[in-house]
């Protein structure tokens, strides 16, 4: 599954995003999205998805528009996780994991046997094992994260784009849900992250969003510098030589 | 239980209540002899009660809850709010008023439906033009429709005052919902549109799980959010303006129904639907039974049995919802 874009342009309440971006997402490769709040991160991400049009360009889906694509095409190839997890209040932990399913599903079908096992392993998978009948709502931020995640796993598509996947998590969970979601060989990641550290250990690429439009894209050992960095966050960066790499932090 | 036995238990409780409401009344009955009726082998007088005035009065019942049912399950889900609910948003309020204006106006038959059509979706445009903000914003919801619902009072106050008196009771025991005048020729129509209803709208029940996750999700998901929003408040309007039509302006059957199945297991919209036809039916079937047997030989609105079971029960949800 590759993911491309042509001189895209993305703007939101007349204030640009990116302009003029091209961009080659190729399959197993871990994309992060880097920039300050507020600056379109999710906004650009949903473009990606295909759920926003661009101001302008062209998104390719393994070389088909995103846009011309039927919705449950579309569905079935890429999924997304959303910033807020914003659960029905009465649908358990089953019943979100298999929603994603839905895409898969005719409206006459029932979800077989198959589905259900799916949905079962991805609850297991995200360590919710024994929680299928607990209300979702119910459970904690870091829960309901992984819940978003299970669904997604359930949704069995080849390229995940991910809003602020560790949000509300703490920093062993953190790793243990990015180390779940680089172990799941093969599949295709672009996530927004708020911290570099992290996209520097998982990410093989960065896009990074200056605001105003500028943005610039690559690998992540020719993107990331301190100098780099201290203009992306508009804020000095220092970096520090570790065993297990270069480490950032606020000068 | 497996949420998906409630639907047989359901379809029981749904034939039973249609058997003691062609029984009961004030020629009592046995059930045998109802049913005996019904197959044609009973005398006449029998015969005439029963599907003259009860079979009639019955059918229409059931089709009007299984409507507003139906109505109630699908606003819930595509305005995200469990007190959603045609009555107190004012839909069915501005289909009442509309068809009082037209009958005012001397206008009947498939243009009365029209004028109730029109409005209910004026209601629910005005409903979405104050309440839409990027996205529902449900307090707002709730705020435009219990005024709408009031505006539709006024107008109704209005059209009542000005009214002649000869038809004047009529007006006021339809308004607060009354079977008692259904027409024996049009009281099939009811439950023949709420499973006409219910098969256009069960395709779209993944899509309304779907959006319980929210919009986005929803539309990730692979989920046509913008033509199920549409189609199926379009669906809703014309279902809430058949029910006024055939019964006034009956409320909570809407409301409450979906709850109390989503409280029996019944979350998913593939059996939530269905169960809503079968219990809205039945519940208003049995509210409609009690009206007209309580204080017989009187006959009360049924509209004012719902009410009474419906809006306590209403107050305790908005107590229970914390956020």
């Known amino acids: 599954m590759k993911l491309a874009t042509r001189d895209l342009s993305v703007s939101i309440a007349g204030r640009d995003v990116c302009r003029k971006l091209d961009l080659m997402i190729e399959a197993g490769s871990r994309w992060a999205i880097l920039g300050v709040n507020g600056v379109g991160k999710t906004t650009l991400l949903s473009t990606l998805a295909g759920l926003r049009p661009p101001r302008d360009g062209d998104i390719l889906l393994d070389g088909a528009p995103i846009h011309a694509m039927a919705a449950r095409e579309r569905g079935r190839r890429l999924g997304l996780m959303v910033q807020e997890d914003r659960d029905d209040p009465e649908a358990t932990v089953r019943e979100v994991a298999l929603l994603g399913r839905l895409p898969h599903l005719a409206w006459w079908q029932a979800e077989s046997g198959h589905d259900e096992a799916l949905a079962r392993y991805a609850i297991e998978a995200v360590g919710l094992g024994g929680l299928e009948q607990r209300r979702a709502a119910t459970l904690s931020g870091g829960e309901r994260r992984r819940l978003a995640l299970a669904a997604l796993l359930a949704q069995e598509v080849p390229l995940l784009l991910l809003d602020e996947p560790t949000s509300h998590l703490d920093m062993h969970q953190q790793i243990a849900l990015l180390d779940l979601l680089v172990g799941w060989s093969g599949r295709t990641l672009v996530m927004t992250l708020h911290e570099v550290n992290l996209a520097a250990r998982y990410c093989t690429h960065v896009l990074l969003l200056f605001g105003d439009g500028q943005c610039c894209a690559g690998p992540v050992a020719e993107m990331l510098s301190a100098e780099v960095l201290s203009r992306l966050y508009r804020h000095p960066v220092s970096a520090v030589d570790t065993a297990r790499g270069i480490h950032y932090f606020p000068g | ?323």
């Open chain 2, 1 to 323: 239980m497996r949420p998906a036995l409630f639907l047989p238990l359901l379809f029981f409780a749904a034939v039973a209540s249609f058997v003691l409401a062609l029984a009961a009344g004030s020629q009592g009955l046995e059930p045998a002899v109802a049913w005996q009726a019904l197959l044609g082998d009973a005398d006449s007088l029998e015969r005439e009660v029963i599907l003259g005035l009860r079979l009639p009065r019955a059918l229409a019942a059931f089709g009007c809850g299984a409507l507003l049912a139906l109505a109630g399950a699908m606003l819930q889900a595509l305005l995200r709010n469990p007190l959603a609910d045609p009555f107190v948003l004012g839909i069915s309020g501005g289909a009442g008023a509309m068809v009082l204006l037209a009958m005012l106006a001397g206008l009947s038959g498939l243009l009365l439906a029209g004028a109730g059509l029109a409005g209910a979706l004026l209601s629910l445009a005005v409903l979405l033009a104050l309440a839409w903000r990027g996205g529902l914003l449900p307090h707002r919801l709730l705020l435009a429709g219990v005024i709408l619902s009031s505006a539709w009072g006024a107008l109704v106050t209005l059209i009542l005052a000005l009214a002649p008196d000869a038809p004047l009771r009529g007006m006021v025991f339809w308004l607060m919902g009354d079977l008692s005048g259904v027409d024996p020729a049009n009281a099939a129509l009811p439950p023949l549109a709420a499973v006409l209803a219910l098969l256009l709208a069960w395709p779209l029940a993944r899509g309304f799980d779907a959006l319980g996750q929210g919009e986005t999700a929803a539309r990730a998901l692979g989920v046509a959010v913008g033509r199920l929003r549409a189609g199926a408040l379009l669906l809703a309007a014309a279902m809430t303006t058949l029910a006024v039509l055939a019964a006034g302006s009956i409320g909570f059957v809407g409301l409450v129904t979906p709850h109390v199945l989503r409280l029996a297991g019944l979350r998913r919209h593939r059996l939530l639907l269905p169960g809503c036809v079968l219990a809205g039916g039945t519940l208003l079937l049995l509210a409609d039974l009690a009206a007209r047997t309580i204080a017989a030989p009187r006959q009360l609105p049924v509209g004012a049995v719902t009410a009474a079971i419906g809006a306590p029960l209403f107050l305790w949800l908005l107590a229970r919802e914390r956020r």
